[in-house]
């Protein structure tokens, strides 16, 4: 059952680098968005922008008792590892993803999606870390080793627990890899700080993360399809979303055992241009196939 058109969707964390885009795709959609964050810049293709603190419980509930959205796409967060200190990231990604979830629920909210990360399966773990199988998908193990993951993964957890205990509102989490902004094709500094030239120059820079990465356009279009698709799945799915390929220029089955040396048994099969990551459970469950990648915004450099 697709989203009707017009519908009023909140998107929370509305000014960040995924909201803008998502923002962006729903008013394109036809529907009327509803910006929430603290921080400015949410596109002005939002029928309207609250700055409100959804820490709070009685903010989250006033949001949704204010708008009684027919969705509600969760983004905001603290949104990288070590920004900033450790309870402050746990304590506040937890409980946004609780707030929401609940106020989503209290005021009948139909369609709820729910911002994760890759991180939550555990690499770059300082006492190291060994993928069970290459590509990475949905049901590879979890392994947290820091605040921001760990807060991730208990985001995914709340969200099945609503999922569960309300079945009168359709719950998913979106794992989106390294989320790329328009204007970071063109030589803006990225979410890490350097630009994506120097990722692709320096291969210990983007192996951290196993090379994913995504265009924020292409994540804005896998949250459209999964709002539109969400009452057809079972509540509580996770999928991954990450580009059709990897962000280096020499084949992963190659170049990651040199930069993550515990992934050599399995990297072998990550020939070409093959990502670490599988997008397969959202091409296969909605449809949706990364259109860009960074061949197409920057030649291959």
Not at 200 to 207: H, K, S, T, V
Request: aromatic letters at 8%.
């Amino acid at each position: 059952m697709m989203l009707e058109a017009g519908s009023r969707i909140v998107v929370t964390g509305s000014a960040g680098r995924l909201g803008r885009s998502v923002v962006t795709a729903l008013a394109a959609a036809g529907h009327e968005v509803i910006g929430v964050d603290v921080a400015a810049g949410t596109p002005s293709s939002c029928a309207q922008v609250l700055p409100a603190d959804l820490t709070e419980t009685g903010e989250a509930f006033e949001v949704m008792a204010r708008y009684r959205p027919a969705a509600v796409v969760h983004l905001a967060a603290v949104a990288t590892p070590f920004s900033r200190t450790d309870g402050f990231t746990y304590r506040v990604n937890t409980q946004l993803a609780f707030n929401v979830c609940a106020a989503s629920t209290a005021f009948g909210v139909e369609r709820v999606v729910v911002a994760s990360s890759p991180t939550v399966i555990g690499y770059g773990a300082p006492g190291g870390w060994t993928p069970t199988r290459l590509p990475i998908d949905e049901e590879h193990p979890v392994a947290p080793w820091n605040a921001y993951s760990l807060s991730k993964l208990a985001a995914e957890h709340t969200m099945a627990m609503f999922a569960r205990s309300s079945p009168g509102t359709a719950f998913a989490a979106v794992r989106p890899c390294f989320v790329v902004a328009p204007e970071e094709w063109e030589g803006a500094p990225t979410q890490s700080g350097h630009t994506i030239r120097e990722r692709l120059d320096n291969p210990e820079l983007a192996g951290v993360s196993l090379f994913n990465y995504l265009d924020a356009r292409d994540a804005s279009e896998m949250v459209l399809a999964l709002l539109d698709r969400l009452p057809d799945l079972d509540s509580g799915e996770v999928f991954f979303a990450g580009a059709a390929d990897a962000l280096a220029r020499e084949p992963l089955a190659e170049l990651l055992p040199q930069v993550v040396p515990s992934t050599a048994e399995h990297a072998a099969v990550l020939t070409g241009t093959t990502p670490a990551f599988s997008s397969a459970k959202a091409e296969r469950l909605l449809g949706w196939q990364p259109k860009r990648s960074w061949r197409t915004e920057m030649g291959d450099i």
